[in-house]
């Protein structure tokens, strides 16, 4: 509710009015409604509008009294009395005077995302996978809370316990959880980690039953998480590539296989300093023992692991592949993609968990080399970004390069040994850039000799925006090939949900055991999401879990405490009745509005 002021001239006058409007949502979005006018009635300085019309709703509604209101709640009385006629508000019947005052609520508790989560734990069939996977029922039950924290509201073991009892989550699990402490939690997840596989596979299994899945496609892709603290227990914990831009920490690298969908099939742990290209052969073993070998899947990787051997691999296993070429493949395309003719245009949608991002275009070209099949792209967004990645690398090295020399000028790197050890980690730093550069140093001389390659640094900038992908996939058209290739966002989006909103990172384990349970809780919690958000564009809504979990948090379970007649307090304990945007997700899952059964 607010205030607005309307002006009009008529005959050279201004006339000045005042409207008390209020604002409701409608299925073509929100819309406003006028209560009554106020006429010339100047409601004071603009600034005390919004107050003003704060109280005046809350009077309206009886929860504040204004009878003897103060100065500072002057023209409330007044603006009141005009807005009932507008808008009804009728007094409890069969309630005295003074017998609100003996009506009280408590334990007030978050209900809503946890109702959800619940449910979709129930839907996925989670409590007969852990106990078919050996889990007793105490341990399933922390298990689901655990999960369900990095599902709503991510935190740490030791804060874990506190934010259970602040949610409603022991009413609707009905158990008690004012004894649970960080401990039963640790032990709870040295119980889960010998059976992470066996819970992963047979979940696989069951989402594909479940929600019709289609499973002739495999989507990999790697990133890194990082740790606080040394992890002298974690021999997984090391130093490497890191794509959280914390090179200075301790991680660890997750590789994950998603379908089509972007459900989950499998995660795997490597060490922090482990290949991309030496991964490809793990995963696909892990595949082979969790959910089984399957004829007619395409394996679908990016450039990092398209190495020859990785190639081959997936091939002598029976599959078919999808692979983003090497900068070296693409180099021997380079006239073709310089030729005018030839090209097929695409428009690259944005995915719908994405709905809100740009379309790009993109063209493409179909060439045949042998038994090979390889499809020449170009994209316009790719091409700016390509090309400020580089300048912006290039400026960094060249930066970096004009410091390293001037602490061999001021004598402050003196061995040659030590230098060529900085020029190499300069190399490897900046990979992108540092092959458009000849850098060695003169021992004579007492300085580096920098060469740009001109030639080199020449095709790169042709091909900026360019990539080209390899496939056995002869019987796929040229689009075909080209749309399956960018259903990878699906498994970068998965590691979006997983690390942000889902809080895996950073990680504060030390134990390898338990760094790799918090990442598998948290792979789980990621179950939960795509479920939610799949029933939701399964019915043509564009929404993510993180919008879905903000308009359930006013969705709460209470006890209401009301006056007896012999003194005594009658106490209820129920969910709060759900407002219009609780009951249109609720209705979008198929979920009754009712989250608990009320207790007396």
């Known amino acids: 509710m607010y ?19 209020e604002s409701y949502l409608t299925d073509k979005g929100p819309r406003q409604k006028t209560i009554c006018s106020l006429g010339s009635l100047e409601p004071g300085p603009r600034e005390r509008w919004l107050d003003l019309a704060r109280k005046v709703e809350a009077a309206l509604s009886g929860q504040i009294c204004i009878k003897g209101i103060g100065e500072e709640n002057e023209g409330v009385e007044e603006i009141v009395e005009k807005a009932k006629g507008g ?49 007793r029922k105490k341990a399933r039950m922390i298990t689901e809370m655990m999960v369900m ?32 402490n960080e401990d039963i939690l640790y032990r709870t ?41 040394q992890c002298p227990q974690n021999p997984q914990a090391k130093l490497g590539y890191s794509r959280d831009k914390r090179p200075d920490c301790k991680q660890l690298v997750i590789g994950l296989v998603v379908d089509r ?9 490597f060490e922090g300093n482990t290949k ?31 190495y020859e051997e990785n190639i081959e691999e997936i091939k002598n296993r029976g599959y078919h592949y999808i692979v983003a070429s090497r900068q070296a493949d693409r180099n021997k395309w380079l006239e073709d993609f310089e030729e005018e003719t030839g090209w097929q245009e695409m428009i690259r949608v944005p995915s719908s968990r994405n709905s809100g991002q740009k379309k790009s275009r993109v063209i493409i070209k179909r060439k045949h080399d042998g038994d090979l099949l390889y499809v020449l792209c170009i994209s316009e967004g790719r091409k700016k970004k390509d090309r400020a990645i580089r300048q912006r690398e290039e400026r960094c090295l060249l930066s970096d390069l004009r410091n390293l020399e001037k602490r061999i000028e001021n004598g402050r790197l003196k061995n040659e040994p030590a230098i060529n050890q900085a020029i190499g980690r300069l190399k490897e730093r900046y990979p992108r850039v540092a092959r458009y550069y000849s850098i060695q140093f003169n021992e004579q001389a007492g300085k580096l000799i920098i060469v740009e ?80 958000e799949k029933m939701f564009l399964d019915k043509g809504i564009h929404t993510s879990w993180a919008s879905i979990r903000s308009a359930l948090s006013t969705h709460q379970v209470v006890t209401i405490c009301l006056p007896g007649k012999d003194g005594r307090k009658i106490k209820i304990r129920k969910d709060t009745k759900p407002e219009k945007e609780h009951r249109e997700i609720y209705d979008v899952l198929g979920l009754p509005y009712r989250i608990i059964k009320p207790m007396k």
């Open 149 to 180: 924290n990095r599902f709503i509201s991510p935190s740490s073991e030791l804060a874990m316990p506190e934010w259970i009892n602040r949610t409603a989550l022991g009413d609707i699990l009905n158990v008690r959880t004012d004894k649970l």
């Open 189 to 229: 997840m040295d119980k889960i980690y010998p059976a992470i596989e066996q819970i992963e596979g047979m979940l696989a299994r069951h989402e594909e039953s479940l929600f019709n899945l289609d499973t002739s496609i495999y989507l990999y892709d790697l990133t890194s998480t990082y740790f606080e603290g």
């Open 276 to 306: 991309d290209s030496k991964t490809v052969p793990t995963i696909l073993d892990a595949i082979e023992r969790r959910i089984g070998k399957r004829s007619g899947v395409t394996v679908v990787v990016d450039r990092g692991m398209a």
């Open 453 to 532: 390659q001109k030639d080199k640094k020449e095709v790169a900038e042709k091909i900026d925006g360019a990539y080209l992908l390899k496939t056995d996939r002869r019987d796929l058209t040229s689009e075909e090939i080209w749309r399956t290739y960018t259903l990878l966002t699906r498994a970068e989006n998965a590691f979006r949900n997983i690390k942000s909103p889902l809080g895996e990172r950073p990680i504060f384990h030390q134990k390898q055991s338990r760094a790799k349970t918090h990442i598998f809780l948290c792979v789980l919690a990621y179950h939960l999401l795509v479920c939610v």
């Open 87 to 135: 808008r009804e508000y009728k007094k409890i019947e069969g309630m005295e005077e003074g017998d609100e005052e003996g009506i009280e609520v408590e334990e007030a508790r978050e209900a809503g995302s946890e109702y959800v989560g619940h449910k979709m734990w129930q839907k996925l069939n989670m409590d007969d996978i852990l106990q078919k996977c050996g889990i």
């Open 261 to 269: 969908e972007g459900f989950a099939k499998l995660h795997e742990v």
């Open 3 to 21: 205030i607005r002021k309307t002006t009009r001239k008529y005959k050279g006058k201004t006339y000045t009015n005042y409207l008390l409007v």
